[in-house]
């Protein structure tokens, strides 16, 4: 059974920081990514970045390049969200998702791709 395990939310003031991390266990895909999404109090879903495992390369929404890094740690089956500069409208729930779809060396229109399993959120609240 495949599970994501978010955890690392919490409270924070602007322009501090956090770290998100998404615990993966039940794999036996060789090939997936791992992404970040998030939904807003009255707001849509939307993604935030992605890793894949095979070949390490990222994705980042516009709104976050620059004070996000994702980051993953294999023998921990682990992927992380560096969160920094944060700011009020980051305010979310951030859920980890993974697609087992995604192909290394193929373009990946993220955050327009369909994950295939979804992890419970975890909530960030960042204060003005």
């Known amino acids: 059974e495949v599970q994501l395990q978010a955890s690392g939310g919490g409270l924070v003031q602007a322009g501090g920081s956090l770290r998100l991390s998404c615990a993966v266990s039940?794999?036996?895909?060789?090939?997936?990514?791992i992404a970040w999404f998030r939904q807003a109090p009255g707001k849509e879903r939307e993604g935030v970045s992605c890793?894949?495992?095979?070949?390490?390369?990222?994705y980042y929404v516009d709104s976050v390049k620059g004070r996000f890094t994702i980051s993953k740690d294999n023998d921990k089956n682990t992927v992380y969200l560096q969160m920094n500069s944060l700011k009020p409208e980051d305010t979310a729930v951030y859920y980890c998702?993974?697609?087992?779809?995604?192909?290394?060396?193929?373009?990946?229109?993220?955050?327009?791709?369909?994950?295939?399993?979804w992890g419970k959120g975890t909530l960030v609240t960042v204060s003005s």
């Open positions: 998702a993974v697609d087992t779809a995604y192909l290394a060396g193929r373009p990946y229109p993220f955050p327009d791709v369909d994950m295939s399993y």
């Open positions: 039940g794999f036996t895909f060789d090939d997936y990514a």
């Open positions: 890793i894949s495992n095979s070949d390490g390369v990222t």
